[in-house]
């Protein structure tokens, strides 16, 4: 029988390949809406198509571990047991994984005491006798032993299996200079790390197979142990028994009696109808329809002799995208009233560009698109810039970047009505669904075209920029059927007007004096060298202060310093640790070294900086409305947000941030302990509401009612303390975090928590109320309806279920607070807009805004800013607004 008319035997080890697709795939990537983690699922059955369509094997099964109790652990109790417990994201997702097997006609097997390599080994052997070409899949090198001339070994990368090494019995020889049968003898005496099976000391692969050449064999090697000299001979003559029990347990069993042998194992057409239920019911529709399709393209290239290889069931494949038209004048015209009327809830609009220039436009409804030739001043697209600029609803991905594209083209941007990049995010805020293509395989599981970004001359061009409109439409169509009533608020009252608010921020810019950055650049320079050479003549020698491993060793051996918390590459010299030890125990070089660290940050800051002026001498960064989980506008390219406000450096990089030409002063203006105002709210609790209702100074109000006395009499360490609480406490903090942070006893820690929880327990009602109502709901809420989901606060794992407990206390606050900034930013924007003013909004910095104020505005500025920012919500405390007024950033400060 020649090799082309043998059956091909597939035999995958379940474990090890869901293992490698769990960590090929980001966990909160593949979550279904119940909170099942999916990564696995979707990664192993795309591996597994990935097979099929490669090597399309006539027989298949998948062998799985039952435990991990085997008779290896019996002969050797720490086998493997220096592998962790499978995360809980993992293991949930193995019994659907086998479920969606079977709903595939795929056989799994198993065998109790033994693992899913011995299965393998017994199907194997069975396999060569009974006439198969064998094939193993599997991600553990002890099925190298099983390579022979009708075996192959499929092994998978770290990523997964897109990239698959094939052993046969050459590339066996080639990689490790010996026979397949013989690399058992190699990892006996190298040892297995994964299995926790230690080696000779000192031998390491080339020594062993430098042994198995000459010998032979482990048992020879033993034999003649006496005749190798050296500290290795020593070693292996008194170890003996460690490579003689790592070759015992890697030894695969090739001779269990199992229920199934290669014949049942023959491949059998889907149950399309279970295979639905299961992967439709867990948001996998995307490869659900690939299984469909390639069984459907399996059935249709069988032989009428095979009938029952072809699915019963046409798959339902994606509608094809129509083709654009390219229509002018009239034509154009009459297009867009015709589909405009067609589709109520808008069309879709796409804007291809290339940094800030308009390469294409593209519009699309149902079942029509257009490619829009424009040119500027051109009658042919009057029609278009027409109905662009008018009330007609546009529907877009990443609107922000086009509406500014278009703007600056001088073409106005009326009716956005939706993004869905914006509504992705709020369905799925620690998610990932960013481009188009990510929104559009989530929600209606298909694949948008793309070239490949490899070929410099792409066969594909991709989806064009009318395609890309088409999907957008429809991938609104398919987000509107998920978004709630909230959820759309949110969208259209908050998050679309603060895009338009935010696309003229980042225009505008913000103007900086470059030559004060320059200077402070320089000084920063000269002190981080100063401090690099006092930190070198302290320990006596020179060293790379951003080497971890260099800092080790002058820290734990030369100036014999206390252990750190333990890291992978050692002990930790974060910034915590360095803290930690400055505080318990000080010496010079960690005090120098902190400082330096410092300084480089701060320098690293302004080179940033200085590299992101443009020709205007401005700085626009870039605002980000979907980069936070909590709602938080981001600052990126450059991060505006992160330039340190307490530090001296900090001030001095903020003058360099100044009132732009015919412009005659900047306005700050921020919100006082708007986190604290929005707590005081949201738990109702009496005393809290007083304080901020009274005028008084919050801490020492609350400093007063956790220590009885008299407000006068609280010290700046007791207001010290009770501000720590507050603040501490909305995120979550412990007692532990508390001592921690304020160098107390944890008992002393507790005992103020107890104090201020009993002259404050609405508070208290309120964190413990917030946590359990989100894990009923799976889902905490802001004053406006913003949703963030917690799946993990139902997670066995306590480490993760921890996490999601003390995110959660947070959430509705930070939340609140992101929409109260949004909605402020907005009536200040419109009023501004109606009112002509030349002033305008440059800066979004956490709580705080930033303008840039002409000459004769102040007034009204100052008027719009105040009232805006204190009626952006009705609480049952003020907003209290700060403003400022200087020349620049610093001096504006208040």
């Given at each position: 029988?020649?090799?082309?008319d043998q059956p091909t035997l597939l035999l995958i080890d379940g474990h090890s390949l869901a293992f490698r697709a769990f960590y090929a795939l980001p966990v909160d990537s593949f979550t279904a809406a119940n909170g099942q983690h999916t990564n696995a699922i979707h990664g192993f059955l795309s591996m597994l198509l990935l097979l099929l369509q490669n090597e399309k094997p006539t027989h298949l099964g998948v062998a799985f571990d039952i435990s991990r109790s085997s008779f290896r652990t019996r002969d050797y109790p720490e086998y493997k047991g220096t592998r962790s417990e499978s995360p809980p994201e993992f293991s949930g997702q193995v019994p659907l994984l086998q479920d969606a097997l079977k709903a595939m006609n795929i056989p799994t097997m198993t065998k109790e005491d033994f693992?899913?390599?011995?299965?393998?080994?017994?199907?194997?052997?069975?396999?060569?006798?009974?006439?198969?070409?064998?094939?193993?899949?599997?991600?553990?090198?002890?099925?190298?032993?099983?390579?022979?001339?009708?075996?192959?070994?499929?092994?998978?990368?770290?990523?997964?299996?897109?990239?698959?090494?094939?052993?046969?019995?050459?590339?066996?020889?080639?990689?490790?200079?010996?026979?397949?049968?013989?690399?058992?003898?190699?990892?006996?005496?190298?040892?297995?790390?994964?299995?926790?099976?230690?080696?000779?000391?000192?031998?390491?692969?080339?020594?062993?197979?430098?042994?198995?050449?000459?010998?032979?064999?482990?048992?020879?090697?033993?034999?003649?142990?006496?005749?190798?000299?050296?500290?290795?001979?020593?070693?292996?003559?008194?170890?003996?028994?460690?490579?003689?029990?790592?070759?015992?347990?890697?030894?695969?069993?090739?001779?269990?009696?199992?229920?199934?042998?290669?014949?049942?194992?023959?491949?059998?057409?889907?149950?399309?109808?279970?295979?639905?239920?299961?992967?439709?019911?867990?948001?996998?529709?995307?490869?659900?329809?690939?299984?469909?399709?390639?069984?459907?393209?399996?059935?249709?290239?069988?032989?009428?002799?095979?009938?029952?290889?072809?699915?019963?069931?046409?798959?339902?494949?994606?509608?094809?995208?129509?083709?654009?038209?390219?229509?002018?004048?009239?034509?154009?015209?009459?297009?867009?009233?015709?589909?405009?009327?067609?589709?109520?809830?808008?069309?879709?609009?796409?804007?291809?560009?290339?940094?800030?220039?308009?390469?294409?436009?593209?519009?699309?409804?149902?079942?029509?698109?257009?490619?829009?030739?424009?040119?500027?001043?051109?009658?042919?697209?009057?029609?278009?810039?027409?109905?662009?600029?008018?009330?007609?609803?546009?529907?877009?991905?990443?609107?922000?970047?086009?509406?500014?594209?278009?703007?600056?083209?001088?073409?106005?941007?009326?009716?956005?009505?939706?993004?869905?990049?914006?509504?992705?995010?709020?369905?799925?805020?620690?998610?990932?669904?960013?481009?188009?293509?990510?929104?559009?395989?989530?929600?209606?599981?298909?694949?948008?075209?793309?070239?490949?970004?490899?070929?410099?001359?792409?066969?594909?061009?991709?989806?064009?920029?009318?395609?890309?409109?088409?999907?957008?439409?429809?991938?609104?169509?398919?987000?509107?059927?998920?978004?709630?009533?909230?959820?759309?608020?949110?969208?259209?009252?908050?998050?679309?007007?603060?895009?338009?608010?935010?696309?003229?921020?980042?225009?505008?810019?913000?103007?900086?004096?470059?030559?004060?950055?320059?200077?402070?650049?320089?000084?920063?320079?000269?002190?981080?060298?100063?401090?690099?050479q006092e930190a070198y003549g302290v320990v006596g020698h020179e060293l790379n202060l951003g080497s971890p491993k260099q800092l080790q060793q002058v820290l734990f051996d030369e100036l014999g310093m206390p252990k750190t918390r333990k890291t992978k590459s050692g002990f930790s010299t974060d910034a915590d640790s360095l803290a930690d030890l400055m505080e318990t125990h000080p010496h010079p070089f960690v005090d120098l070294l902190l400082q330096h660290r410092d300084a480089s940050k701060l320098r690293q800051i302004i080179e940033t900086l200085e590299r992101s002026i443009g020709g205007d001498g401005r700085i626009h960064t870039t605002y980000a409305l979907t980069g936070t989980t909590t709602g938080r506008i981001s600052s990126n390219d450059p991060n505006l947000q992160n330039?340190?406000?307490?530090?001296?450096?900090?001030?001095?990089?903020?003058?360099?941030?100044?009132?732009?030409?015919?412009?005659?002063?900047?306005?700050?203006?921020?919100?006082?302990?708007?986190?604290?105002?929005?707590?005081?709210?949201?738990?109702?609790?009496?005393?809290?509401?007083?304080?901020?209702?009274?005028?008084?100074?919050?801490?020492?109000?609350?400093?007063?009612?956790?220590?009885?006395?008299?407000?006068?009499?609280?010290?700046?360490?007791?207001?010290?303390?009770?501000?720590?609480?507050?603040?501490?406490?909305?995120?979550?903090?412990?007692?532990?975090?508390?001592?921690?942070?304020?160098?107390?006893?944890?008992?002393?820690?507790?005992?103020?928590?107890?104090?201020?929880?009993?002259?404050?327990?609405?508070?208290?009602?309120?964190?413990?109320?917030?946590?359990?109502?989100?894990?009923?709901?799976?889902?905490?809420?802001?004053?406006?309806?913003?949703?963030?989901?917690?799946?993990?606060?139902?997670?066995?794992?306590?480490?993760?279920?921890?996490?999601?407990?003390?995110?959660?206390?947070?959430?509705?606050?930070?939340?609140?607070?992101?929409?109260?900034?949004?909605?402020?930013?907005?009536?200040?924007?419109?009023?501004?807009?109606?009112?002509?003013?030349?002033?305008?909004?440059?800066?979004?910095?956490?709580?705080?805004?930033?303008?840039?104020?002409?000459?004769?505005?102040?007034?009204?500025?100052?008027?719009?800013?105040?009232?805006?920012?204190?009626?952006?919500?009705?609480?049952?405390?003020?907003?209290?607004?700060?403003?400022?007024?200087?020349?620049?950033?610093?001096?504006?400060?208040?």
């Open positions: 029988m020649s090799e082309s693992e899913a390599d011995d299965v393998i080994a017994s199907l194997a052997k069975r396999g060569i006798e009974e006439g198969y070409r064998v094939l193993l899949v599997s991600g553990d090198r002890d099925a190298i032993q099983l390579v022979n001339d009708r075996v192959t070994l499929l092994y998978p990368s770290r990523q997964g299996v897109s990239d698959l090494t094939r052993y046969d019995v050459e590339k066996v020889r080639t990689r490790y200079g010996i026979e397949p049968w013989q690399y058992p003898d190699i990892a006996a005496l190298v040892g297995e790390t994964s299995d926790n099976l230690p080696g000779i000391d000192k031998v390491g692969e080339k020594t062993a197979v430098k042994w198995l050449n000459q010998y032979g064999s482990l048992e020879a090697i033993l034999a003649n142990a006496d005749q190798i000299k050296g500290v290795v001979g020593n070693n292996l003559r008194e170890q003996r028994d460690r490579a003689e029990r790592n070759r015992r347990l890697n030894r695969l069993v090739d001779d269990l009696e199992l229920e199934v042998g290669p014949a049942d194992l023959e491949r059998k057409p889907v149950d399309v109808k279970a295979l639905r239920e299961l992967l439709g019911g867990l948001q996998m529709r995307n490869i659900l329809e690939r299984i469909l399709k390639y069984e459907g393209e399996r059935g249709s290239a069988s032989s009428a002799a095979t009938p029952e290889a072809v699915i019963k069931e046409e798959p339902s494949l994606a509608p094809p995208a129509p083709a654009p038209a390219l229509l002018r004048g009239a034509e154009l015209a009459a297009w867009l009233e015709r589909q405009t009327a067609a589709h109520p809830g808008g069309l879709g609009l796409a804007v291809e560009l290339a940094g800030d220039r308009i390469l294409g436009i593209g519009v699309a409804g149902e079942t029509e698109s257009l490619t829009v030739p424009w040119v500027p001043g051109s009658a042919d697209t009057a029609p278009f810039e027409e109905w662009l600029a008018g009330p007609h609803r546009k529907l877009m991905h990443e609107a922000k970047p086009q509406l500014k594209a278009l703007t600056s083209a001088g073409l106005p941007l009326g009716g956005l009505a939706f993004d869905s990049q914006i509504a992705a995010w709020l369905l799925r805020p620690s998610g990932v669904d960013k481009t188009l293509g990510d929104v559009v395989l989530r929600y209606l599981n298909e694949e948008l075209p793309q070239s490949d970004p490899n070929q410099l001359v792409p066969e594909d061009d991709g989806a064009g920029v009318a395609t890309q409109a088409w999907f957008t439409f429809r991938a609104v169509d398919a987000l509107r059927g998920v978004l709630d009533e909230r959820d759309t608020r949110v969208l259209t009252e908050i998050e679309l007007p603060t895009l338009r608010v935010l696309a003229r921020m980042e225009t505008n810019g913000v103007a900086v004096d470059a030559p004060l950055l320059a200077s402070l650049s320089g000084e920063l320079g000269e002190r981080i060298e100063s401090l690099a330039i340190p406000i307490r530090a001296e450096e900090g001030r001095k990089m903020r003058a360099a941030f100044v009132k732009g030409d015919g412009y005659e002063t900047l306005l700050t203006a921020d919100y006082s302990q708007i986190e604290m105002r929005i707590m005081a709210h949201l738990s109702q609790d009496a005393g809290l509401i007083e304080a901020f209702n009274t005028g008084e100074d919050l801490h020492r109000f609350v400093g007063a009612r956790v220590f009885g006395v008299d407000p006068a009499d609280v010290t700046p360490a007791m207001r010290t303390k009770v501000k720590a609480m507050s603040y501490g406490l909305a995120y979550g903090l412990s007692a532990f975090g508390l001592s921690k942070q304020l160098r107390i006893d944890t008992s002393e820690a507790r005992q103020l928590m107890g104090d201020y929880f009993a002259r404050f327990g609405a508070v208290r009602d309120y964190l413990r109320n917030v946590v359990e109502e989100a894990r009923a709901d799976g889902y905490t809420e802001t004053i406006f309806g913003r949703r963030r989901p917690f799946p993990d606060l139902n997670s066995p794992n306590r480490v993760l279920r921890d996490n999601a407990e003390r995110q959660a206390l947070n959430a509705p606050i930070q939340g609140s607070a992101a929409d109260i900034m949004k909605l402020a930013m907005i009536a200040i924007d419109r009023d501004m807009q109606e009112r002509e003013l030349r002033s305008r909004m440059l800066l979004q910095v956490h709580d705080e805004l930033v303008f840039e104020v002409a000459a004769g505005e102040w007034d009204d500025v100052e008027g719009i800013v105040r009232d805006r920012m204190a009626h952006a919500a009705e609480l049952r405390v003020p907003l209290d607004v700060q403003v400022g007024r200087g020349d620049d950033w610093d001096a504006a400060a208040h």
